[in-house]
């Protein structure tokens, strides 16, 4: 049983056993290995992802849960000023940064046929002109595999861009998100 099917299944009522099977050792150092990653800095770090590691998905079954990550497409605010001007997207007179962002985002929305987000990434690693429209977070989604891989090609289509994923909410002042070892031994 993996580290995570017995973190899972026991719901930290478990203790560690006085003389550890191979199976137990193997999973301790697996523990180990993944608490590792669960600081933001680790985390901040890696940054973009293109596949999110398991870890940094919520986990309610037991109690975990890590800063928000964004699955979205990155955007500089002159990307988003030349996409405008060259899609005949009527800004205000000096039409501001945020405004710009609003109108692009409602533009890309329509033709994408589905709600998306701006974020931005809060650890810093795109920089203030930078913005995220965001497909969906790692505490789940209910968009169907098809309609995102039907965004996912109308961007690369469109911008020759892949998604990414970025913290978006660092759930302010915490730093670790290490997984309590009570929760590996089971029941």
């Known amino acids: 049983m993996s580290v995570l099917e017995i973190m899972q299944s026991s719901r930290g009522k478990g203790k560690r056993p006085k003389v550890l099977t191979e199976e137990q050792r193997a999973n301790l150092e697996e523990w180990k290995r993944i608490n590792a990653t669960l600081t933001l800095e680790k985390m901040v770090d890696g940054e973009p992802y293109i596949k999110l590691p398991y870890q940094y998905r919520a986990a309610t079954s037991f109690d975990h849960e890590p800063p928000e990550f964004s699955r979205g497409f990155e955007f500089t605010q002159q990307e988003l000023s030349n996409y405008a001007a060259s899609n005949n997207i009527v800004l205000p007179q000096g039409a501001r940064n945020l405004t710009i962002q609003m109108m692009v985002t409602s533009h890309i929305t329509s033709l994408v046929g589905r709600p998306m987000t701006m974020d931005i990434s809060t650890s810093g690693k795109l920089g203030v002109d930078h913005l ?14 098809e309609e995102i891989d039907k965004i996912i090609a109308w961007f690369k289509d469109e911008f020759n861009k ?25 029941d």
Request: hydrophobic share 30%.
């Open 132 to 145: 995220l429209l965001t497909m969906y977070t790692n505490s789940g989604h209910d968009i169907p595999q």
């Open 162 to 186: 892949e998604p990414r994923w970025y913290i978006t909410d660092p759930l302010e002042g915490k730093h670790n998100f290490k997984i309590p070892e009570r929760l590996i031994w089971g």
